[in-house]
T-cell receptor, first 116, second 111 residues
Framework: EPEVTQTPSHQVTQMGQEVILRCVPI?????FYWYRQILGQKVEFLVS????????KSEIFDDQFSVERPDGSNFTLKIRSTKLEDSAMYFC??????????????FGPGTRLTVL | SQQGEEDPQALSIQEGENATMNCSYK?????LQWYRQNSGRGLVHLIL?????REKHSGRLRVTLDTSKKSSSLLITASRAADTASYFC???????????FGDGTTLTVKP
């Protein structure tokens, strides 16, 4: 069964450093999302992406965040200058706008980001 | 806020019993999805129910949606120890729109 994959599974970085989290959405999906979950808290929406542009973003997604689909398969989240409070599990998700499972958002296994 | 809110926060049952979790939300939705999350792991998609649907089944899972009460329930029948996890509802108010998650219900199934 197709699935969303994410790399790395765990990223440790120093405060102020840039990190890039990578995702490979399900191949026929056209909508892509990033969410995060701070330890012990609920899952929070960051950004959605469609047709090579951001379709919606949350207040969390400020200027230090950016997303990119550099090729036909990868979807990345960049954090330019990490802060301690960016430590969280980051989830990528994708959905298919058509077919029997349209709008179902399938999540990847997550990248645990630890900022020291 | 359209935020889903689950109750109970925690549920502990014996293997073989049924588990029911509820989700309430505040604004009209396009769809509602239920997810399972094992501790420290990813989110596993369980069921999506659309605003024009009232009930869906998948194996031992049954989801209902009552748009007049702005609530949904997830029933797990004949629970197993492996069902132990946190369960979240997530609401979306547009097609392919962002999902807004609740705090989740932590289910413990004792063998």
């Amino acid at each position: 069964e197709p699935e969303v994959t994410q790399t790395p599974s765990h990223q440790v970085t120093q405060m102020g450093q840039e990190v890039i989290l990578r995702c490979v959405p399900i191949s026929n999906h056209l909508y892509f999302y990033w969410y995060r979950q701070i330890l012990g808290q609920k899952v929070e929406f960051l950004v959605s992406f469609y047709n090579n542009e951001i379709s919606e973003k949350s207040e969390i997604f400020d200027d230090q965040f950016s997303v990119e689909r550099p090729d036909g398969s990868n979807f990345t989240l960049k954090i330019r200058s990490t802060k301690l409070e960016d430590s969280a599990m980051y989830f990528c998700a994708s959905s298919d706008p058509s077919g029997p499972s349209y709008n179902e958002q399938f999540f990847g296994p997550g990248t645990r980001l630890t900022v020291l | 806020s359209q935020q889903g809110e689950e109750d109970p926060q925690a549920l502990s049952i014996q293997e073989g019993e049924n588990a029911t979790m509820n989700c309430s939300y505040k604004t009209s939705i396009n769809n509602l999805q239920w997810y399972r999350q094992n501790s420290g792991r990813g989110l596993v998609h369980l069921i999506l129910i659309r605003s024009n649907e009232r009930e869906k089944h998948s194996g031992r899972l049954r989801v209902t949606l009552d748009t007049s009460k702005k609530s949904s329930s997830l029933l797990i029948t004949a629970s197993r120890a492996a069902d132990t996890a946190s369960y979240f509802c997530a609401t979306a108010y547009t097609n392919a729109g962002k999902s807004t998650f609740g705090d989740g219900t932590t289910l413990t199934v004792k063998p």
